[in-house]
């Protein structure tokens, strides 16, 4: 069972400066402000978000969901509703990607097409491509820009997911509008999946 994540709450926009990083990629750490590092930190859970981001994207926007009040918390800082956090990343053609955590509420639906890819933080990721029966993604599919890339949510609560992003942002940000056509291969959602990291506590 696969599955989409709705989050929500306050939108904080910035506009950032590049980080030294190969010229391909940005580190991005560098990308997030200190007052938006501290949003998400405030949640009480891990916060992950990748290393390496394709060149010319910046942070659009965060959102953030903390607990309600007198929730009870886990071990992991979950409680039964969250905590949730969503990061949008954009460049200068509207092209968009999220990275997002909560804290349950995962199911959903099977990719079109599907492949498992190891990563260092959240073990074994499936990357997916549109909806569909899960047919193996060829590496044709892998080199060809896609319009509807994302992840299962993956780890042991909270989750973690990748997805591109279409159309306009209103759960992140009502102001955001993202490009409708396909730009990221499956190859390059990978290579962000597999490059997230914890943000230090």
């Avoid at 973690?160 to 102001?175: E, F, K, L, W």
């Amino acid at each position: 069972m696969k599955n989409a994540i709705c989050l929500s709450l306050a939108v904080s926009l910035t506009s950032l400066l590049p980080a030294a990083f190969p010229a391909h990629a940005q580190s991005g750490h560098n990308l997030l402000s200190a007052s938006q590092k501290a949003s998400l930190k405030s949640l009480g859970i891990k916060v992950a978000i990748p290393k390496y981001v394709p060149q010319g994207f910046r942070v659009a926007a965060i959102r953030t969901e903390p607990c309600r009040a007198g929730d009870q918390r886990d071990a992991n800082g979950v409680c039964r509703f969250g905590p949730d956090y969503t990061v949008l990343y954009r460049n200068s053609q509207n092209h968009c990607f999220v990275v997002r955590a909560t804290g349950g509420g995962i199911g959903g639906p099977s990719g079109q097409y599907t492949r498992a890819v190891d990563t260092n933080l959240l073990g074994k990721v499936d990357v997916n491509v549109g909806i569909g029966m899960g047919e193996p993604i060829t590496e044709a599919i892998a080199n060809t820009p896609q319009a509807n890339l994302w992840t299962f949510p993956a780890g042991n609560s909270p989750f973690y997911a990748v997805a591109t992003r279409q159309g306009r942002g209103d759960q992140i940000d009502s102001t955001a509008t993202c490009s409708t056509r396909a730009f990221m291969t499956p190859n390059e959602l990978i290579k962000i999946v597999q490059s997230l990291e914890w943000i230090p506590q």
